[in-house]
């Protein structure tokens, strides 16, 4: 039996995202909704959210993510071998995302294609792309490539949670001696038995939200996740007193850009608990007595390290918000159009060599803090996305005709026989 080669540097190879071609203005969406002036704008930190009407549905808008990452990339259907979905939109309680997807490889005759969907809220494209690579790093890889495709259509029901919704898919080719190369075994995870974010009624795909809880979880899984990563960077990568000095980019799960802020704001508060006496932490002594548990919620405390971290956001996480501020939340997707914002705003020379984290977290909760190392050129990687372009190319509608698209939406869910009255003359080819 001949032997394959094991694969080295694996990592993503290419990455090409896809949203709807409409989109709300936020500002006008507070003037809409009623409400203060910046509680989207500022309170949230968004400017624009995607939206879909009835044309679109999970399977379509992965099938047109797919099909222009293969056109775009010139990446053969015969030369997958795994193909793995990370969604939380479902719409059949049986059938996979993925085997829709097996449609697009039927005239390369290619149906030897492992892997199905995996689901928890906003983790499962994080669990897809570790699959893919664990299983081109294992014995049972053939040589092939894989796809993973993480994304969804969030919506929310009318009220405080609807301005975070949004819509988008992200399409990653991983391979061997990929330009962002995996850091194996740099991950920190953590996972508990939460219900801050659910969806229980099948009959709405609207979900049940807690919100502070869930802003408590995501920093409480920010905290264990990121301890974790430096642990073993410490252990497996030769690392003494590992920090946010170790990380030149980091890039976060964005339900909402703010919630981003205070991410990396946390994760400045573990460091100063890593090394209270440090020079670094001098503005914020005060906060020495307070214990890990006391500091879910403390409003002062949080100010004070969104403040100290002010310009290590701007430098390390700030460029990988461009998606997420001008689409809003993709759930699967989001870190992926982090990662596909970065590209696009930092040039290969600021990003050779240099370590990027990824920061997941889907409620329920799992979470994951991973890192790539920049080891070739991702400059046609940007060109390809094109994603300032892009975004540029969308139409803007009325709050009004938002609100029709979400009541069509809600009308429709789950009906069989359904003929969809959106016009296909606006969607993005």
């Not at 099938?63 to 979905?85: C, H, N, P, W």
């Not at 946010?244 to 850009?257: A, E, G, Q, R």
């Not at 975004?391 to 029709?404: A, G, I, Y």
């Not at 789950?414 to 606006?426: L, R």
Request: aromatic share 10%; hydrophobic share 40%; glycine share 8%.
């Amino acid at each position: 039996m001949t032997a394959i080669t094991r694969a080295e540097n694996i990592g993503v190879r290419a990455i090409d995202v896809y949203f709807p071609s409409r989109y709300v203005d936020q500002v006008e969406l507070e003037q809409h909704d009623g409400v203060s002036a910046g509680k989207y704008t500022i309170g949230l930190g968004q400017s624009k959210m995607a939206f879909c009407d009835d044309r679109e549905d999970i399977s379509s808008v992965c099938m047109t993510a797919v099909q222009g990452f293969m056109e775009k990339f010139s990446v053969s259907y015969s030369d997958i071998g795994r193909l793995e979905v990370g969604t939380e939109t479902i719409i059949d309680k049986s059938k996979s995302t993925k085997t829709v997807l097996m449609k697009l490889f039927e005239e390369s005759g290619n149906f030897s294609v492992e892997g199905i969907d995996t689901t928890n809220a906003c983790y499962g494209g994080t669990s897809a792309l570790f699959n893919a690579c664990q299983w081109m790093d294992s014995a049972a890889w053939d040589g092939r490539l894989a796809l993973v495709v993480a994304g969804d259509i969030a919506v929310y029901a009318s009220g405080n949670a609807r301005p975070s919704g949004g819509c988008g898919v992200t399409c990653i080719l991983v391979g061997p001696n990929a330009p962002l190369a995996l850091e194996f075994p740099l991950r920190g995870t953590f996972m508990e038995h939460i219900y801050d974010f659910y969806k229980p009624n099948l009959s709405s795909e609207f979900p049940t939200v807690d919100g502070p809880l869930s802003v408590t979880s995501y920093v409480r899984a920010v905290d264990h996740a990121y301890t974790a990563y430096l642990d073993k960077l410490e252990k497996f990568g030769g690392v003494s007193q590992a920090s946010l000095k170790d990380i030149d980019y980091i890039v976060f799960h964005s339900p909402y850009t703010k919630q981003v802020v205070k991410g990396l704001a946390r994760i400045a508060y573990n460091d100063f608990l890593r090394a209270p006496e440090s020079e670094t932490f001098a503005e914020v002594q005060q906060f020495k007595e307070v214990t890990r548990e006391e500091s879910y919620g403390n409003k002062v405390l949080e100010k004070a390290f969104v403040g100290l971290s002010k310009s290590d956001f701007a430098a390390k996480t700030e460029p990988s918000l461009l998606a997420a501020r001008n689409i809003g939340n993709m759930y699967t997707g989001s870190v992926f159009f982090g990662l596909a914002s970065l590209l696009t705003e930092v040039p290969f020379e600021k990003l050779e060599g240099k370590r990027v984290a990824m920061f997941s977290y889907g409620s329920g909760c799992a979470a994951s803090l991973y890192s790539f190392r920049v080891r070739a050129d991702t400059s046609d990687i940007a060109a390809t996305i094109r994603l300032n372009e892009r975004l540029d190319m969308r139409t803007k509608v009325s709050p009004v005709e938002f609100e029709r698209a979400m009541e069509l939406r809600e009308k429709t869910h789950n009906a069989q026989e359904y003929e969809p009255t959106g016009n296909v003359d606006e969607l993005f080819p």
